[in-house]
């Protein structure tokens, strides 16, 4: 009730002054009999919505009796445009007017909202502010209600660092002209604002004037309702209209904007959250054909980008990439929040690293920024940006840096939420030098796009069964019986089950094995044993590839091994604790022995004591 309350309030503030002049105009183009007044009534309010009922929120306060005070409060709210008919339905507030009504509440929350100790008026309190004080109360009351609030609201901190990630290293290259943004986990906007405004600080600091346009989606009708709410206070009408949001509006499936392309793409999507509605409606995993998420790559036309239905937020990347720039000169700019299972989950050939291996290999991935723990309001976990663009410059070009931003913070003196420290302007002026210098140092790593690749791969041994003939091929069905009556044993015969035609070559490492059969060469394959199987993961970057790292690394232990061709997968993974962990150093054993020597004379009579019955 509240929130809806403030905007409402904050509305009428906005449209105190030119009332009049709106009832005035309406009964103007009434009586022309002219039916399309949006425009005109939005003219002659000076903001992008309007109200032509006879009341304020002020004219309210002084009904006598509850039900008089319904029907007027009701018919104030109707005379809202339809823009604000859309943010009042996604609050579904008119469902609360009978409640309040009923507990005699109405009155004193009107009361209370337009008394001069609460001036939500712009004079009072500028549209930063206002913002400020939305999404502070989406934050209490999600928290209030054990709801993640984190879903709905990045800290501020946070946004900024993301914005100058996508923005320092093309500052001196933008040009006047028009910009898209796009959030497609909206929340309530301030990551598109706060973008916007980096953008526009940084054209006005280079001579340039840059228009922008925001576009967004957002499946929680509440924080959809605030978004829009908050882009028609600060005039910004054109961007209210690009705004998509209500339970029926999710991004992954119902993509409000499949043929739009955009400059700037920040998000915070909810991670570790089901999306398995979303794969439902999409046809299922096996039956999904979103151009979004199966694409062309690596040789495999209908490459699956599907993860695991427990955990969407890669789709939400994966969405912004396809709505990339490809023919202009900038190309298109991506920050996006994950944890740490972007990082690693998933095997080689499954949904999440089957994206990271079509972004790597396209060679989209800049850098990831490791932030430091409790930086968000309902987690306390790792979180990291991933910084992606489809322009990257020269020097950057075929690498990837990580940066360990996680010892850079603030302490916070009092808790928000888990929020217990942030990132100051010099923290996040230190991360921005770490990303724009692009140098090793001990918080920032640079890697070749291979060295987060591996190949995995199928290693078998034979079958090796007691009293079998040797210089023979099993069926099948032979093969089934054997394993049910024969005894296994390391000593006994390997049991073949093909033997090859004359001239084929022998190729161990594949299972292709010569041996003598009546005195006579031949090449056979031998029956896998299942208890056995193994797989192994080999680099990308292994010096002489997958069959110098099995002779390492596998035949020194099994020489009977091989591996199956058909069974490698390239999978992709990346591992921040590898590449930043610090050992502690061991204690010397002069420390080990002074704290024993301490031990002993604090300890020195303490079982005389006790076996004494105590002290004496």
């Not at 001196?172 to 980096?198: F, K, N, P």
């Not at 030098?433 to 690749?453: M, R």
Request: charged share 30%; hydrophobic share 35%; aromatic share 8%.
């Amino acid at each position: 009730v509240i929130l809806p309350m403030c905007v409402i309030r904050r509305m009428d503030a906005v449209l105190e002054p030119t009332k009049q002049t709106v009832l005035d105009t309406r009964k103007m183009l009434d009586e022309a009999g002219i039916t399309e007044q949006r425009a005109a009534l939005c003219d002659a309010a000076g903001q992008a919505f309007y109200n032509t009922s006879r009341f304020t929120l002020r004219d309210l306060k002084a009904r006598a009796s509850q039900q008089q005070l319904k029907a007027d409060f009701e018919a104030y709210l109707d005379g809202f445009s339809p823009n604000v008919q859309d943010i009042l339905e996604n609050f579904e507030f008119r469902n609360q007017i009978p409640r309040l009504s009923r507990a005699d509440a109405l009155g004193t929350l009107i009361e209370k909202l337009t008394s001069p100790d609460i001036d939500l008026s712009p004079a009072g309190l500028d549209n930063h502010g206002m913002g400020t004080v939305f999404e502070e109360l989406v934050r209490r009351f999600n928290e209030e209600n054990n709801e993640e609030a984190g879903e709905h609201w990045t800290p501020r901190d946070a946004v900024k660092l993301m914005a100058k990630l996508i923005f320092l290293p093309i500052a001196d290259e933008i040009e006047s002209g028009t910009y898209l943004l796009y959030d497609g986990a909206l929340g309530t906007g301030g990551m598109l604002t706060v973008a916007e405004e980096t953008l526009q600080e940084l054209a006005r600091q280079h001579g340039k004037q840059v228009a922008t346009h925001l576009y967004g989606q957002e499946i929680n009708a509440e924080t959809y309702a605030i978004c829009k709410a908050d882009l028609l206070l600060k005039g910004e009408g054109d961007a209210a209209d690009n705004i998509v949001g209500g339970p029926e509006h999710s991004t992954l499936s119902n993509d409000a904007f499949p043929s739009r392309e955009f400059d700037f793409m920040l998000s915070n999507p909810p991670y570790g959250k089901s999306w398995k509605t979303d794969l439902e409606r999409l046809g299922g995993k096996g039956d999904i054909k979103d151009p979004r998420f199966v694409t062309q790559h690596g040789g495999d036309p209908e490459y699956k980008m599907i993860t695991r239905s427990s955990d969407g937020q890669l789709m939400f990347l994966v969405n912004k990439l396809s709505k990339m720039k490809h023919t202009t000169r900038l190309g298109s700019r991506i920050a996006e929040v994950h944890n740490g299972s972007s990082l690693f989950t998933g095997d080689a050939g499954q949904g999440e690293s089957n994206i990271r291996r079509w972004i790597i290999e396209n060679d989209w991935l800049e850098a990831i920024v490791a932030l430091p723990l409790n930086m968000f309001y309902n987690t306390g976990i790792a979180t990291y940006v991933w910084v992606l663009t489809n322009r990257k410059p020269a020097h950057r070009q075929g690498k990837v840096q990580l940066i360990d931003a996680t010892q850079w913070f603030k302490p916070l003196r009092k808790n928000l939420g888990k929020k217990n420290c942030e990132l100051s302007e010099e923290d996040i002026a230190r991360i921005c030098e770490a990303f724009l210098k692009f140098e090793e140092s001990e918080q920032s790593k640079l890697f070749p796009n291979a060295a987060f690749g591996y190949w995995k791969l199928t290693v078998e041994r034979p079958l090796r069964l007691k009293g079998i003939d040797p210089e023979r091929a099993y069926s099948a069905k032979e093969i089934k019986a054997l394993k049910e009556t024969a005894e296994r044993a390391d000593d006994a015969p390997p049991v073949i089950r093909k033997i090859h035609k004359k001239g084929t070559a022998a190729d161990l490492l594949c299972g292709l094995f010569e041996i003598t059969i009546g005195g006579k060469p031949a090449v056979v394959e031998y029956e896998p044993d299942p208890e056995l199987r193994d797989t192994e993961q080999v680099p990308l970057l292994e010096d002489g590839g997958i069959e110098a790292f099995l002779r390492r690394e596998v035949l020194p232990h099994a020489p009977d091994a091989w591996y199956l061709p058909g069974s490698v997968k390239t999978g992709y993974e990346i591992s921040f604790t590898r590449y930043f962990y610090k050992p502690q150093p061991l204690r010397t054993l002069e420390e080990i022995r002074a704290d024993i020597l301490a031990l002993e004379k604090e300890t020195e009579g303490l079982l005389g004591e006790i076996v004494a019955g105590g002290p004496r």
